[in-house]
């Protein structure tokens, strides 16, 4: 029982932190963990979250306290959204910003300010590395969604201009046997 009454005070205190410190609050786009989700209620025990996929998860409020808790619309309700993609290493960095810059401000969902922009991530192994970062204050509960709309146009553009999304390519090299042995079959 000493327990149990542990567990149900320190969520209650929690609770009353939560309530006094506004760490979260409701319609916060939040992150716990492995849960993802809106904010739909916090009483004196625990907090209700809406995951992307409509199930609700009660989470006691001693975790908001004791675990690391990021809050993705704690100043204003716009977030960035990454969508990382590779290139062939023929293409143009330059031309690739300035055929998806645009595109990107073409969607309901994209704001004008912040602007989207392509960043050059890097050198890969099979590619040029970039990130498209958009801004959004409409899609913070459908991020993938907005990923999904965006990468499809991503794919059209590149279709329409020739540009080549590389795949990982190997080199295998084979030798001979030196020891003049057949060599085993391969099934």
């Known amino acids: 029982i000493g327990f149990g009454l542990q567990n149900i005070v320190n969520n209650f ?12 609050k409701v319609g916060d786009r939040i992150r716990i963990g492995e849960i993802h989700g809106n904010v739909s209620k916090i009483s004196a025990r625990s907090t209700t979250i809406i995951t992307n996929e409509n199930i ?11 675990k690391e808790v990021v809050n993705l619309t704690y100043n204003d309700a716009q977030i960035a959204i990454d969508l990382p993609f590779g290139v062939a290493y ?22 004008d300010t912040p602007a989207p922009d392509v960043l050059f ?25 907005l990923k999904s709309e965006l990468y499809y146009q991503v794919f059209e553009l590149f279709k329409a201009n020739e540009i080549e999304i ?22």
């Open 90 to 111: 023929k293409e143009d960095p330059a031309h690739i910003r300035e055929l998806l810059v645009p595109m990107a401000k073409t969607h309901q969902g994209v704001l």
């Open 13 to 24: 205190i929690s609770g009353i932190i939560i309530l006094f410190e506004n760490p979260i």
């Open 166 to 187: 590389p795949f990982p390519q190997r080199d295998i090299h084979v030798r001979s046997n030196l020891a003049g042995e057949p060599l085993p079959a391969i099934d």
């Open 121 to 145: 991530k890097g050198f890969g192994s099979s590619s040029l590395d970039f990130v498209l970062r958009v801004w959004t204050d409409t899609y913070t509960d459908k991020e993938l969604i």
């Open 56 to 66: 609700i998860m009660v989470v006691p409020n001693a975790d908001f306290i004791n």
